[in-house]
T-cell receptor, first 111, second 113 residues
Framework: GESVGLHLPTLSVQEGDNSIINCAYS??????FIWYKQESGKGPQFIID?????DKRQGQRVTVLLNKTVKHLSLQIAATQPGDSAVYFC??????????FGTGTRLQVFP | DAGVTQSPTHLIKTRGQQVTLRCSPK?????VSWYQQALGQGPQFIFQ???????QRGNFPDRFSGHQFPNYSSELNVNALLLGDSALYLC????????????FGNGTRLTVT
């Protein structure tokens, strides 16, 4: 079936290193993708988004890459900090704001 | 500018009971969506409201119903609660049209015993 999934359930990185979180999607018709960060006890927080007519978009310390050929999405976090520790979700936008989420990747940052 | 607010934050109900969860969207947003997030999983789409009508619905039974008010706030109702309904219920809002990310509230944690 159609789904948005993640390759790694848990990613551990050292403070100051760069983090890369990957995501695969299956619906080639999806045209909008969003990364969310979710801390314990909170709702998902918007990080960055990208439309399918782009292959890269940068924000503050974060970059999203989209490879439509292989239906792959990644989130890069530069100089990872302890405050980046959370669960990260990619979401695929279908049918007017109906988001399809993956199961998430937990990012753990250690000193 | 207040973001999406939800109430209550936590709720404990017994099997068979009914529950109502409430949501106020972010200022300027007129579309409200509800998601269910089981422990350790990603959020699952329940339904979406726009102009006081249900516009889209996910794969949830009719026990799940909702409402949107003229001020864009929304309610999620769940009847005949089951143990499996225990989850975090998230409300999200967005402006209509275009490519805009959903803004989520912090959710209501529902426990069914």
């Amino acid at each position: 079936g159609e789904s948005v999934g993640l390759h790694l359930p848990t990613l551990s990185v050292q403070e100051g290193d760069n983090s890369i979180i990957n995501c695969a999607y299956s619906n080639s018709a999806s045209d909008y993708f969003i990364w969310y960060k979710q801390e314990s006890g909170k709702g998902p927080q918007f990080i960055i988004d990208i439309r399918s007519n782009m292959d890269k978009r940068q924000g503050q310390r974060v970059t999203v890459l989209l490879n439509k050929t292989v239906k792959h999405l990644s989130l890069q976090i530069a100089a990872t900090q302890p405050g980046d520790s959370a669960v990260y979700f990619c979401a695929e936008n279908r049918e007017t704001d109906k988001l399809i989420f993956g199961t998430g990747t937990r990012l753990q940052v250690f000193p | 500018d207040a973001g999406v607010t939800q109430s209550p934050t936590h709720l404990i109900k017994t099997r068979g009971q009914q529950v109502t969860l409430r949501c106020s969207p972010k200022s300027g947003h007129d579309t409200v969506s509800w998601y269910q997030q089981a422990l350790g999983q990603g959020p699952q789409f329940i339904f979406q409201y726009y102009e006081e009508e249900e516009r889209q619905r996910g794969n949830f039974p009719d026990r799940f119903s909702g409402h949107q008010f003229p001020n864009y706030s929304s309610e999620l109702n769940v009847n005949a609660l089951l143990l499996g309904d225990s989850a975090l219920y998230l409300c999200a809002s967005s402006p209509t049209g275009g490519y805009s990310p959903l803004h989520f509230g912090n959710g209501t944690r529902l426990t069914v015993t």
